[in-house]
């Protein structure tokens, strides 16, 4: 095994792995609490129609993101997997360095959507926590 490769190994792929893995609980979180209290929040059985398309646009993200950062642990680990075995891991490790970047742009944007969305419905909807008003 070549010297890079083993650095490779040793850092990026085990660094890549784990921030991925962390970045994919985030976001099923995220995309959790966001269904969780979209009746509360966002009252999205009674929205207008503009509303419920900006926060069901900001799951889609939500779920691209999981989708592309899946994807990107996947290649993520073809790169290790090259690495060991001697042959060329660079394509799999650039390729799985964009693929999770996508993940992160699309999280930034599923968050835009959601802030939106808050926004959108403004003070009229507002969250009860056992009858207490917040």
Excluded at 74 to 102: P, Q
Aim: aromatic fraction near 14%; hydrophobic fraction near 50%.
């Amino acid at each position: 095994m070549s010297p890079s490769a083993e650095l490779f190994l040793k850092y990026n792929y085990l660094e890549t792995k784990d921030m991925g893995l962390h970045f994919l609980t985030l976001v099923t979180a995220v995309l959790v609490f966001s269904l969780s209290f979209a009746e509360k929040v966002f009252d999205f059985k009674n929205a207008p129609k503009r509303k419920r398309t900006v926060v069901i646009l900001g799951w889609c993200l939500y779920l691209i993101s999981i989708i592309l950062c899946g994807l990107g642990l996947t290649l993520n680990a073809l790169a290790g997997g090259a690495a060991v075995y001697g042959n060329d891991y660079n394509y799999w490790a650039h390729l799985s360095y964009k693929f999770i970047i996508l993940a992160g742009i699309s999280f930034i944007f599923g968050l835009v959507f959601t802030i939106i969305s808050a926004i959108i419905s403004g003070n009229r909807n507002k969250l009860q926590i056992d009858n207490t008003v917040i």
